[in-house]
């Protein structure tokens, strides 16, 4: 994706704007700065580029929001519940980076497209996720194995002290663990 004139600014310049702009400066007052330092900037550039900013903002609002909600409700959960509500989360933030592409344009109007990195980025993510959703089923899956196995343990001790059969004892053994 081409940089947009603004993106194009100094930093300092670039700065600015959002600092005016956070200051509740309108868009012809950012203007007649710009003018002034000679920036060379289009007016529907910059309501472009105070778009996207009003967009970022409103987004990171509402995720931090959403943070503080989950956050309220689900901090004294169990970790593999916290593990699988940051998965859900991360799907959500991908999707919604991949659909906010689709039909977008940039500052100057053009269409958006993601760049071979950001496309690799997004790849990887989805890639770790997986990995992360498959630790978490593995983990999951070992408690329930260490689980049955304190159970038949547990049962084998309570069958021997009641004078259980020892074929007893094994047929309890294989109904919790699936084993003779």
Same mark, same amino acid.
Request: overall charge neutral; aromatic content about 2%.
């Given at each position: ?65 959403? *943070? =503080? ?5 689900? !901090?004294?959960?169990? @970790?593999?519940?916290? &593990?699988?509500?940051?998965?859900? /989360? ?64 547990? *049962? =084998? ?5 009641? !004078?259980?059969?020892? @074929?007893?004892?094994? &047929?309890?053994?294989?109904?919790? /663990?699936?084993?003779?």
């Amino acid at each position: 994706m081409r940089p947009s004139s603004i993106d194009r600014l100094p930093k300092e310049v670039r700065e600015l704007i959002g600092s005016l702009r956070s200051e509740g400066a309108t868009i012809d007052e950012i203007m007649a700065k710009l003018s002034e330092l000679k920036a060379g900037v289009s007016r529907s550039a910059l309501g472009r580029h105070v778009k996207t900013l009003a967009e970022v903002g409103e987004r990171m609002r509402r995720s931090r929001i959403m *943070a =503080e909600a989950l956050t309220a409700r689900f !901090g004294d959960q169990p @970790d593999n519940q916290v &593990a699988r509500m940051n998965m859900e /989360l991360m799907h959500g933030m991908v999707f919604e980076v991949l659909t906010a592409a689709a039909g977008a344009e940039d500052e100057e109007g053009d269409p958006v497209t993601l760049d071979p990195k950001a496309v690799k980025f997004l790849s990887g993510a989805l890639k770790d996720l997986a990995s992360a959703q498959k630790v978490d089923a593995d983990r999951v899956l070992k408690l329930r194995e260490e689980f049955a196995k304190e159970a038949a343990a547990k *049962a =084998e001790t309570v069958a021997k002290q009641r !004078g259980m059969s020892a @074929d007893t004892i094994e &047929a309890i053994k294989h109904a919790v /663990l699936g084993v003779g």
